[in-house]
T-cell receptor, first 115, second 112 residues
Protein backbone atom coordinates (compact mmCIF):
# COMPACT_ATOMS: atom_id res chain seq x y z
CA UNK A 1 0.00 0.00 0.00
CA UNK A 2 1.70 3.16 -1.23
CA UNK A 3 1.50 5.98 1.28
CA UNK A 4 3.06 8.51 -1.11
CA UNK A 5 1.87 8.47 -4.69
CA UNK A 6 3.19 10.18 -7.77
CA UNK A 7 0.68 9.20 -10.41
CA UNK A 8 2.49 10.67 -13.40
CA UNK A 9 5.53 8.60 -14.34
CA UNK A 10 6.68 11.25 -16.79
CA UNK A 11 6.17 14.87 -17.78
CA UNK A 12 7.45 16.79 -20.80
CA UNK A 13 7.64 20.59 -20.77
CA UNK A 14 9.02 23.24 -23.09
CA UNK A 15 11.95 25.30 -21.86
CA UNK A 16 10.80 28.51 -20.21
CA UNK A 17 7.35 27.17 -19.32
CA UNK A 18 6.13 26.01 -15.91
CA UNK A 19 6.60 22.42 -14.74
CA UNK A 20 4.07 21.15 -12.22
CA UNK A 21 4.78 17.87 -10.47
CA UNK A 22 2.11 16.37 -8.26
CA UNK A 23 2.13 14.13 -5.22
CA UNK A 24 -0.63 12.63 -3.08
CA UNK A 25 -0.34 11.00 0.32
CA UNK A 26 -2.62 8.87 2.44
CA UNK A 27 -1.10 8.98 5.92
CA UNK A 28 -2.53 11.88 7.94
CA UNK A 29 0.41 11.57 10.36
CA UNK A 30 2.80 12.95 7.75
CA UNK A 31 3.85 16.44 8.80
CA UNK A 32 6.95 17.15 6.76
CA UNK A 33 7.33 16.87 3.00
CA UNK A 34 10.34 17.07 0.73
CA UNK A 35 11.18 17.03 -2.95
CA UNK A 36 14.35 15.42 -4.25
CA UNK A 37 15.84 15.48 -7.73
CA UNK A 38 17.80 12.53 -9.09
CA UNK A 39 20.09 12.35 -12.10
CA UNK A 40 21.15 8.93 -13.47
CA UNK A 41 24.01 7.30 -11.54
CA UNK A 42 23.73 9.84 -8.71
CA UNK A 43 21.99 9.85 -5.36
CA UNK A 44 18.89 12.01 -4.78
CA UNK A 45 19.61 15.70 -4.22
CA UNK A 46 17.45 17.69 -1.77
CA UNK A 47 15.48 20.47 -3.49
CA UNK A 48 12.90 21.97 -1.19
CA UNK A 49 10.74 21.05 1.78
CA UNK A 50 7.59 22.16 3.57
CA UNK A 51 6.19 21.67 7.03
CA UNK A 52 2.51 20.87 7.48
CA UNK A 53 2.01 24.18 9.31
CA UNK A 54 2.61 25.99 6.02
CA UNK A 55 0.86 25.84 2.69
CA UNK A 56 3.61 27.28 0.52
CA UNK A 57 7.38 27.44 0.45
CA UNK A 58 9.43 29.13 -2.22
CA UNK A 59 13.10 28.91 -3.12
CA UNK A 60 14.16 30.62 -6.31
CA UNK A 61 12.52 28.90 -9.27
CA UNK A 62 11.04 26.19 -7.05
CA UNK A 63 7.79 26.48 -5.09
CA UNK A 64 6.07 23.73 -3.15
CA UNK A 65 2.36 23.97 -2.35
CA UNK A 66 0.67 21.86 0.31
CA UNK A 67 -3.08 21.20 0.51
CA UNK A 68 -3.57 19.28 3.75
CA UNK A 69 -7.29 18.77 3.35
CA UNK A 70 -6.73 17.12 -0.02
CA UNK A 71 -3.52 15.39 1.13
CA UNK A 72 -1.85 16.77 -1.96
CA UNK A 73 1.32 18.66 -2.68
CA UNK A 74 2.85 19.99 -5.84
CA UNK A 75 6.21 21.29 -6.98
CA UNK A 76 6.24 24.19 -9.42
CA UNK A 77 9.38 24.98 -11.41
CA UNK A 78 9.32 28.23 -13.30
CA UNK A 79 10.87 28.89 -15.69
CA UNK A 80 11.86 25.33 -16.56
CA UNK A 81 15.37 24.78 -17.89
CA UNK A 82 16.87 21.81 -19.77
CA UNK A 83 19.12 21.15 -16.75
CA UNK A 84 15.99 20.46 -14.71
CA UNK A 85 15.49 17.23 -16.67
CA UNK A 86 15.70 14.51 -14.02
CA UNK A 87 13.53 12.21 -11.91
CA UNK A 88 11.73 14.06 -9.12
CA UNK A 89 10.77 12.24 -5.93
CA UNK A 90 8.23 13.38 -3.40
CA UNK A 91 8.93 12.20 0.17
CA UNK A 92 7.15 12.48 3.50
CA UNK A 93 7.95 12.02 7.15
CA UNK A 94 5.89 11.78 10.34
CA UNK A 95 8.18 13.67 12.71
CA UNK A 96 5.44 14.49 15.19
CA UNK A 97 4.48 10.85 15.25
CA UNK A 98 7.83 9.80 16.63
CA UNK A 99 9.54 9.08 13.34
CA UNK A 100 13.29 9.54 13.42
CA UNK A 101 13.11 11.17 10.06
CA UNK A 102 12.98 8.10 7.84
CA UNK A 103 11.45 9.19 4.58
CA UNK A 104 8.63 7.55 2.64
CA UNK A 105 9.16 8.15 -1.06
CA UNK A 106 6.89 8.12 -4.08
CA UNK A 107 7.91 6.29 -7.25
CA UNK A 108 9.10 9.46 -8.95
CA UNK A 109 8.19 11.51 -12.00
CA UNK A 110 10.64 11.82 -14.88
CA UNK A 111 10.70 15.43 -16.08
CA UNK A 112 11.99 16.23 -19.55
CA UNK A 113 12.50 19.88 -20.42
CA UNK A 114 12.85 20.38 -24.15
CA UNK A 115 14.85 23.31 -25.57
CA UNK B 1 34.56 16.66 -1.57
CA UNK B 2 32.65 16.92 1.69
CA UNK B 3 29.51 15.06 0.62
CA UNK B 4 28.37 11.56 1.52
CA UNK B 5 30.57 8.91 -0.07
CA UNK B 6 29.80 5.24 -0.65
CA UNK B 7 32.02 2.35 -1.63
CA UNK B 8 32.06 0.40 -3.78
CA UNK B 9 29.94 2.12 -6.43
CA UNK B 10 29.16 -1.17 -8.11
CA UNK B 11 29.26 -4.75 -6.86
CA UNK B 12 28.52 -7.91 -8.79
CA UNK B 13 28.29 -11.06 -6.73
CA UNK B 14 27.05 -14.60 -7.07
CA UNK B 15 24.00 -15.79 -5.23
CA UNK B 16 24.88 -17.05 -1.78
CA UNK B 17 27.93 -14.83 -1.29
CA UNK B 18 28.23 -12.17 1.40
CA UNK B 19 28.75 -8.51 0.53
CA UNK B 20 29.59 -5.43 2.57
CA UNK B 21 29.07 -1.81 1.65
CA UNK B 22 30.54 1.26 3.31
CA UNK B 23 29.11 4.73 3.82
CA UNK B 24 31.07 7.78 4.96
CA UNK B 25 28.63 10.53 5.99
CA UNK B 26 29.22 14.26 6.05
CA UNK B 27 31.60 14.63 8.96
CA UNK B 28 29.49 16.58 11.44
CA UNK B 29 26.27 14.64 10.75
CA UNK B 30 25.19 12.42 13.64
CA UNK B 31 22.23 10.87 11.82
CA UNK B 32 22.77 8.17 9.20
CA UNK B 33 20.16 6.35 7.13
CA UNK B 34 20.27 3.39 4.73
CA UNK B 35 17.74 3.05 1.92
CA UNK B 36 17.27 0.58 -0.93
CA UNK B 37 15.98 1.51 -4.37
CA UNK B 38 14.83 -0.93 -7.03
CA UNK B 39 14.01 -0.14 -10.64
CA UNK B 40 10.96 2.05 -11.05
CA UNK B 41 10.55 2.60 -7.32
CA UNK B 42 11.50 5.33 -4.91
CA UNK B 43 14.05 4.70 -2.16
CA UNK B 44 12.76 2.51 0.70
CA UNK B 45 13.96 3.02 4.25
CA UNK B 46 16.06 0.22 5.76
CA UNK B 47 17.62 1.49 8.98
CA UNK B 48 18.64 4.57 10.97
CA UNK B 49 21.55 5.38 13.28
CA UNK B 50 21.97 8.26 15.65
CA UNK B 51 25.67 8.36 16.43
CA UNK B 52 26.57 4.69 16.99
CA UNK B 53 23.12 3.58 18.11
CA UNK B 54 20.85 1.81 15.63
CA UNK B 55 17.48 3.26 16.60
CA UNK B 56 15.13 2.10 13.89
CA UNK B 57 14.94 -0.84 11.50
CA UNK B 58 12.44 -1.47 8.72
CA UNK B 59 10.71 -4.82 8.35
CA UNK B 60 12.51 -4.87 4.96
CA UNK B 61 15.72 -5.50 6.88
CA UNK B 62 15.65 -9.29 7.06
CA UNK B 63 17.97 -11.24 9.35
CA UNK B 64 20.41 -11.61 6.44
CA UNK B 65 21.05 -7.86 6.65
CA UNK B 66 23.13 -6.23 9.34
CA UNK B 67 24.29 -2.65 9.70
CA UNK B 68 26.82 -1.10 12.02
CA UNK B 69 28.18 2.30 12.83
CA UNK B 70 30.86 1.39 15.38
CA UNK B 71 32.28 4.81 16.23
CA UNK B 72 29.42 6.99 15.13
CA UNK B 73 31.24 7.93 11.93
CA UNK B 74 31.23 5.59 8.91
CA UNK B 75 28.68 2.79 8.59
CA UNK B 76 28.69 -0.62 6.97
CA UNK B 77 25.79 -2.63 5.57
CA UNK B 78 26.36 -6.37 5.18
CA UNK B 79 24.14 -8.77 3.29
CA UNK B 80 24.73 -12.45 3.97
CA UNK B 81 23.79 -15.27 1.59
CA UNK B 82 22.74 -12.85 -1.12
CA UNK B 83 19.66 -13.59 -3.23
CA UNK B 84 18.74 -12.28 -6.66
CA UNK B 85 16.01 -10.20 -5.04
CA UNK B 86 18.71 -8.25 -3.21
CA UNK B 87 19.78 -6.67 -6.51
CA UNK B 88 19.18 -2.95 -6.02
CA UNK B 89 20.80 0.42 -5.45
CA UNK B 90 21.74 0.83 -1.79
CA UNK B 91 21.71 4.47 -0.73
CA UNK B 92 23.14 6.07 2.37
CA UNK B 93 22.06 9.47 3.66
CA UNK B 94 23.18 11.63 6.55
CA UNK B 95 21.81 14.67 8.34
CA UNK B 96 22.20 16.92 11.36
CA UNK B 97 18.46 17.07 11.99
CA UNK B 98 15.45 14.99 10.97
CA UNK B 99 14.49 17.42 8.23
CA UNK B 100 16.81 17.27 5.22
CA UNK B 101 18.87 14.21 4.40
CA UNK B 102 21.86 14.32 2.07
CA UNK B 103 22.33 11.24 -0.04
CA UNK B 104 25.44 9.55 -1.33
CA UNK B 105 25.77 8.24 -4.91
CA UNK B 106 24.75 4.73 -3.90
CA UNK B 107 26.16 1.24 -4.35
CA UNK B 108 24.58 -0.74 -7.16
CA UNK B 109 24.42 -4.44 -6.26
CA UNK B 110 23.86 -7.10 -8.91
CA UNK B 111 23.36 -10.66 -7.72
CA UNK B 112 23.81 -13.26 -10.47
Amino acid sequence: DQQVKQNSPSLSVQEGRISILNCDYTNSMFDYFLWYKKYPAEGPTFLISISSIKDKNEDGRFTVFLNKSAKHLSLHIVPSQPGDSAVYFCAASALGGGSQGNLIFGKGTKLSVKP
Amino acid sequence: DTGVSQNPRHKITKRGQNVTFRCDPISEHNRLYWYRQTLGQGPEFLTYFQNEAQLEKSRLLSDRFSAERPKGSFSTLEIQRTEQGDSAMYLCASSLNPYEQYFGPGTRLTVT
